[in-house]
């Protein structure tokens, strides 16, 4: 049973990245997924985040209209489309399964209420 994000990369600024979420071993179809990221000497963040049945979401305002989350149930995984990428998005970005579902608190719901958590994929982003 584990979460797993991929689709980190280098990039330049004004570029596009992809990142998926992908789960093995259960079906996220009942959780609600957030996206966080850790830059270096940072304290971890909320990026994003998505409700169960997806009819909810929640940004956080530094990615508000560059990023896009949605979620896919028959490949079983999340996504997260980045553009019009900046320097300031390097980081490790993280997702997470909250069980419960549903989303609150600009995302700190999915944050501490996690079953699960994905090990990071770096995302690197040249001026």
């Known amino acids: 049973v584990q979460l797993q994000a991929s689709g980190g990369g280098l990039v330049q600024a004004g570029g596009s990245l992809r990142l998926s979420c992908a789960a093995s071993g259960f079906s996220l179809d009942y959780y609600a997924i957030g996206w966080f990221r850790q830059a270096p000497g940072k304290e971890r963040e909320r990026v994003s985040c998505?409700?169960?049945?997806?009819?909810?979401?929640s940004y956080a305002d530094s990615v508000k209209g560059r990023f896009t989350i949605s979620r896919d149930d028959a490949k079983n995984t999340v996504y997260l489309q980045m553009n019009n990428l900046r320097p300031e998005d390097t980081a490790n970005y993280y997702c997470?399964?909250?069980?419960?579902?549903?989303?609150?608190?600009?995302?700190?719901?999915?944050?501490?209420?996690?079953?699960?958590w994905g090990k990071g994929t770096l995302v690197t982003v040249s001026s």
């Open positions: 998505i409700s169960s049945n997806g009819s909810r979401t």
């Open positions: 997470a399964a909250d069980p419960r579902g549903v989303i609150a608190g600009g995302c700190s719901s999915v944050y501490y209420g996690a079953s699960y």
